[in-house]
């Protein structure tokens, strides 16, 4: 079984600076893939950016990067010069037998303006 | 416009009454899927289908009931033997291929039982 883990239920970031929102997970797979999603207050699911676990390298989406590391089976999302439009539920998950996708609770961000 | 639809966007259920959920894509994926969303709950996967005229439980499949009759279609009914349906319920689909293809999500069906 899969288990995504998300420990912070909210963090605030002023505008302009840098966030880090944490994930922890555990998985049985040995190929298998993680994501970040978006859930603004219109409710629409939204990918922000994905991992494939056997690449080492993080993957980086304009102001959006991931500090993945896999023996800590840690999966940190970092949002630079953060906008009142990052403002939304971020949750954050990984694939499983027949790609199903384990989430975790999310965390609430707000930008302070 | 090729995406992901659902239906209604706000439904009102009394008690003891089967209710069903539409969910539509057009982007031609074989994959599709039901979450429940709770607050503080995250994502639960209800039931999954991968294919026409197949699906498979997911986590907390108890009280609902799916089909997949057509590629386009997998309609979620929520049963009197839900006991506690009022949730937010999202539907996505998949393209095939590898695990790394995202889930494309619909607008959700905020359901609520009076």
């Known amino acids: 079984a899969q288990t995504v883990t998300q420990s912070q239920p909210e963090m605030s970031v002023q505008e302009a600076e840098t966030v880090t929102l944490s994930c922890t997970y555990d998985?049985?797979?040995?190929?298998?893939?993680l994501f970040w999603y978006k859930q603004p207050p219109s409710r629409q699911m939204i990918l922000v950016i994905r991992?494939?676990?056997?690449?080492?390298q993080n993957a980086t989406e304009n102001r959006f990067s991931v500090n993945f590391q896999k023996a800590a089976k840690s999966f940190s999302l970092k949002i630079s010069d953060s906008q009142l439009g990052d403002a939304a539920m971020y949750f954050c998950?990984?694939?499983?037998?027949?790609?199903?996708?384990?989430f975790g609770k999310g965390i609430t961000l707000s930008v302070r303006p | 416009d090729g995406g992901i639809t659902q239906s209604p966007k706000y439904l009102f259920r009394k008690e003891g009454q089967n209710v069903t959920l539409s969910c539509e894509q057009n982007?031609?994926?074989?994959?599709m899927y039901w979450y429940r969303q709770d607050p503080g709950q995250g994502l639960r996967l209800i039931y999954y289908?991968?294919?026409?005229?197949?699906?498979q439980k997911g986590d907390i499949a108890e009280g609902y009931s799916v089909s997949r009759e057509k590629k386009e279609s997998f309609p979620l009914t929520v049963t009197s033997a839900q006991k506690n349906p009022t949730a937010f319920y999202l539907c996505?689909?998949?393209?095939?291929?590898?695990?790394?293809?995202?889930?494309?999500f619909g607008p959700g069906t905020r359901l609520t039982v009076l």
């Open positions: 998950a990984s694939t499983g037998a027949n790609s199903k996708l384990t």
């Open positions: 998985t049985s797979e040995s190929d298998y893939y």
């Open positions: 991992q494939e676990a056997y690449k080492q």
């Open positions: 982007l031609n994926h074989d994959a």
């Open positions: 289908s991968q294919i026409v005229n197949d699906f």
């Open positions: 996505a689909s998949r393209a095939p291929g590898q695990g790394g293809n995202e889930q494309f």
